[in-house]
Structures are given as structure tokens and as C-alpha cells.
């Protein structure tokens, strides 16, 4: 069946740098793109970043509160995604999700779009 397994997650000071990884399984990887999504405790979950599947370009996509911080990637060998997250903020403390649909697309920070989530793992930024 459809897996996916977050890690990487902890705590780190303001300004540190952690690397989310998502660990899929059950499906054909390459042929799926994998979001992103954070919630943070009292808000509701809102889109981070998404990645096409390599055949569709491998094309990426951020919400503007972490454009030029986070950069997402993929490694089809591993069928992994990752989420490096730099100059991190208190504000991007959350429980972090990976999800898989086809595409990404006009749709891709809508939860809604996605057909299978991971079980999140928790980033919390503070000093």
C-alpha cells in the first residue's frame, strides 16, 4: 500500500538549518509529485512547497513565506523528497506533512489536491 514517512524534524535555534525527508513506497515514485504542508498548533495546514514528478520537469513550488529559504528536491533512486529548510524563523514551527497526487499544479497548496499523507514530524524553532 501507499506509504509515506516523514523524518528529520527536531529542535533548532533561529537562523539553523534542518532537512525533512520523505520516504515513499507502493507507488511508481517517479511518476508522482510529493507536497509539503505545515500546521502549526490553533491554525489550519497550509501548502509549503511542492515538486512534479521528474517527467513533468521536476518543476517546484513555494509559498512566499518560505520562498528563497527552503528548497525542495527529489531523488528517484531513493524514492525520497527532501525539504532543506535554511535561515529558519519561530514562526515555521509546525508539524511538517508530506503528501503525493500526480501534479502539482494550480491546485498544489490545497490539501484537498493530495490523495495520500505521511504522519508529520515535528519542527520546532526557538532559542
Known amino acids: 500500500q501507499v506509504q509515506l514517512v516523514e523524518s528529520g524534524g527536531g529542535l533548532v535555534q533561529p537562523g539553523g538549518s534542518l532537512r525533512l525527508s520523505c520516504a515513499a513506497s507502493?507507488?511508481?515514485?517517479?511518476?508522482?509529485?510529493i507536497g509539503w504542508f505545515r500546521q502549526a498548533p490553533g491554525k489550519e495546514r497550509e501548502g509549503v512547497s511542492c515538486?512534479?514528478?521528474?517527467?513533468?520537469?521536476?518543476?517546484?513550488y513555494y509559498a512566499g513565506s518560505v520562498k528563497g529559504r527552503f528548497t525542495i528536491s527529489r531523488d528517484n533512486n531513493k524514492n525520497t523528497v527532501y525539504l532543506q529548510m535554511n535561515s529558519l524563523k519561530p514562526e515555521d514551527t509546525a508539524v511538517y506533512y508530506c503528501?503525493?497526487?500526480?501534479?502539482?499544479?494550480?491546485?498544489?497548496?490545497?490539501?484537498?489536491?493530495?490523495?495520500?499523507w505521511g504522519q508529520g514530524t515535528q519542527v520546532t524553532v526557538s532559542s
Open positions: 503528501a503525493t497526487h500526480r501534479w502539482c499544479g494550480s491546485r498544489w497548496s490545497d490539501e484537498g489536491h493530495y490523495d495520500y
Open positions: 515538486i512534479s514528478s521528474t517527467g513533468s520537469g521536476g518543476t517546484t
Open positions: 507502493g507507488f511508481s515514485f517517479y511518476s508522482y509529485a
